[in-house]
């Protein structure tokens, strides 16, 4: 009995080591990989986290600068309108043109009479222009009144230039011009019997003036205008104003109308406007026709949160209400995002007017689905308020919706992947240390079956193990059987020692697997920052480089006082380059440009960047001087292409570029060395292009 429990206690002296010692070296190789493993997630999120947010914000300025072309081609075309209008009123010699061109077959006005309506309209001819002439502006027998005969004598001449830029000008729905208060004709392209189309859309507008029926309080605003005494140095670009969104009474679609408002030749009242009504579906179709990822979406929004062209499907999703107005004769439909029944999007919405720049949002709708909203300001306008019948200032907006578990869809594949692989790899240990440990407890238990003697060389061998020696040896003193439980006693510790080096390697390996891993995400990280800094038609850097290279310098250059330069290119003429050769060519002229530019910039911290559309920059750590040499090197470097343009002064493709330098410190600011810059390079173009001038 004494011989069973002493035999008992040598076994259980011999395993309780060995499975102790697995179970902790299980537990901290468990540890130790479940931490390795979140930091992992933690970066690869905060990397995806930036990614994706560029990736937003890049998508929203491509729609804004789609948009902006858009726009900005119905504005020029509006501006050569109101331009030529505004000449005929102000050129006294230019009034008695309209009743000479009465004898022109092709211009003449052929007035039709409706006796029964009372108005009248032009009869549709060749020239493809319509006048309409409502029934408070004739006479009681019929004619038309002597003032209103007047104003359409002095605008006849309009509808040459109304003919060609309606058919050959860029899309769009009427292209008209509207007379003043007191004589509001309206000459419009393409013809169309206009008072017919409004009797059955707007009863009553025959009796009523014409902009007070449609556009009540629009010319009201426009001549307080006239009381600012900055009105005079007003560009006219900024006196353009817009209409809410609504249903074209000829049932084109959704429109907005254009507004370029005329003066009398005095300035002191408005004398009509120059006008485009525009179908939003050549705007809105390029916003829904952007995709981000999946079940994103993008739309424009105003500053007071209503949403312009929206489809139900997604005023479903974001949980709206279509809401309309008919105070005025146009009847506006609109839904507004601030009405969302998402209240977390509906605060949102509801701080418009702090937004300055590009922004990204949080919210979750009812269903607790979790959603990232980004806006981007494309432009600030003046707009007509139908509702309250006055002009004021707005903004437009490009939103992007997207599921956050969408964006964030790539980062649960890399966690998913890393949580895989670390649970093989945790699997594996376990089951090789197991595995392990009863090797060793079995041979421990059988050599203590088989020994019983040198209990203190072996309870001191014990002790030892205890404290994690494992490189011990116990003498062997007897040649009996606890003699040969000393040598299985000192066999067991050289395994044991074994198996723990070769788990010390193994974690090792893992490790050195795990860098490797992440190394390669990393790489591939840095690979995809470099893609979103490249231009992809010319190579050479983008806009977003260009900013984030010259704040960088700035910052550091600051520190050490020194001077930076900064040249602003611009390839002359690069309009009528496209116009002639085409977009194809001007494409090749544009990566040949911005590679003789690029082997100009020969020292290591020179960086060049496409700045926008035919327009490229240089970032010079150099002085004035040299930065001045720099820039006739590259303009010489231009000029020995040799590139073909005929329409040019100098017969070939040549640039113009202007050299601003500056020592950045605490009173001076990035703007204001690109603002130099610019300047220098309107003084090239100015004083006839193809040369450098300095700020």
Request: glycine share 6%.
């Amino acid at each position: 009995m004494y011989k069973s429990k002493f035999t008992l206690k040598i076994i259980l002296l011999s395993i309780l080591p060995i499975f102790l010692f697995s179970i902790f070296s299980i537990t901290i190789l468990f540890y130790k990989i479940d931490e390795l493993s979140n930091n992992i997630s933690e970066i690869s999120g905060k990397m995806l986290n930036n990614i994706y947010t560029q990736l937003l914000r890049d998508k929203s300025r491509d729609i804004a600068e789609k948009v902006s072309l858009k726009i900005g081609l119905v504005l020029n075309e509006l501006n050569i309108l109101r331009a030529a209008s505004q000449q005929l009123i102000d050129k006294d010699e230019l009034h008695s043109l309209g009743k000479e061109l009465q004898s022109n077959s092709y211009i003449k006005n052929d007035f039709i009479y409706n006796s029964e309506k009372n108005w009248s309209n032009l009869a549709k001819s060749e020239i493809n222009v319509s006048m309409s002439v409502w029934g408070y502006l004739h006479n009681d027998d019929g004619s038309i009144n002597s003032k209103t005969k007047d104003y359409i004598s002095m605008m006849t001449p309009i509808k040459m230039l109304m003919k060609i830029i309606g058919e050959y000008g860029t899309d769009k729905g009427w292209f008209y011009l509207t007379g003043p208060k007191t004589t509001p004709v309206m000459i419009m392209t393409p013809w169309e019997q206009m008072p017919d189309i409004f009797d059955g859309k707007y009863p009553g507008h025959n009796e009523k003036n014409w902009w007070d029926f449609f556009f009540p309080g629009i010319v009201e605003s426009w001549n307080k205008w006239i009381l600012n005494p900055e009105f005079i140095n007003n560009k006219v670009h900024n006196q353009v104003t817009l209409t809410p969104l609504y249903e074209d009474a000829g049932g084109t679609g959704l429109m907005i109308t254009f507004f370029a408002p005329l003066w009398n030749k005095k300035r002191t009242q408005n004398f009509g406007t120059a006008a485009v009504d525009y179908n939003m579906g050549n705007i809105l179709d390029i916003v829904k026709n952007e995709k981000i990822g999946e079940t994103g979406f993008t739309f424009l929004v105003q500053a007071d949160g209503n949403i312009l062209g929206l489809t139900g499907e997604i005023a479903e999703k974001l949980e709206l209400s279509k809401s309309s107005n008919t105070e005025s004769g146009v009847e506006i439909s609109y839904f507004n995002i601030r009405n969302s029944h998402i209240k977390a999007l509906s605060e949102i919405a509801h701080k418009f007017n702090e937004i300055k720049k590009f922004t990204i949002h949080q919210f979750t709708d009812n269903k607790g689905k979790d959603f990232l909203l980004s806006f981007e300001k494309l432009m600030d306008y003046n707009l007509w308020n139908g509702k309250n019948k006055e002009i004021i200032r707005d903004s437009l907006y490009i939103a992007a919706i997207v599921q956050k578990e969408e964006v964030f869809k790539a980062q649960h594949r890399i966690n998913s992947e890393i949580n895989i692989l670390s649970y093989d790899t945790m699997l594996f240990l376990i089951c090789s240390s197991l595995f392990f440990a009863f090797i060793s407890i079995l041979f421990a238990g059988w050599y203590a079956l088989q020994n019983t003697k040198q209990i203190r060389k072996i309870s001191h061998g014990l002790n030892k193990l205890g404290e994690k020696k494992y490189d011990i040896s116990i003498d062997i003193i007897d040649r009996d059987d606890l003699g040969e439980l000393a040598r299985s006693f000192n066999y067991m510790a050289n395994e044991i020692c074994n198996a723990y080096k070769k788990l010390e390697n193994y974690a090792y390996d893992l490790e050195n697997t795990v860098k490797e891993r992440t190394a390669h995400l990393e790489e591939a990280n840095i690979k995809l920052q470099q893609l979103s800094n490249i231009d992809g038609l010319t190579k050479v850097h983008n806009r977003r480089y260009f900013d984030m290279k010259l704040e960088e310098i700035w910052r550091e250059y600051s520190r050490l006082s020194h001077p930076i330069s900064v040249i602003l290119i611009d390839i002359d003429h690069f309009k009528k380059y496209n116009d002639t050769y085409g977009h194809q060519a001007g494409d090749s002229c544009l990566c040949s440009v911005a590679s003789a530019l690029k082997k100009q910039t020969k020292r290591s911290s020179d960086v060049i960047a496409r700045y926008g559309g035919e327009e490229f920059v240089v970032i010079a750590c150099i002085g004035i001087d040299a930065s001045f040499e720099l820039a006739e090197e590259m303009r010489l470097a231009v000029e020995a292409l040799s590139i073909e343009h005929e329409l040019s002064n100098t017969k070939i493709v040549s640039i113009s570029l202007g050299v601003a330098s500056i020592v950045p410190s605490k009173n001076n600011e990035m703007a204001e060395l690109i603002k130099n810059a610019d300047m220098a390079l309107y003084r090239s173009k100015e004083n006839g292009r193809n040369m450098v001038s300095v700020s």
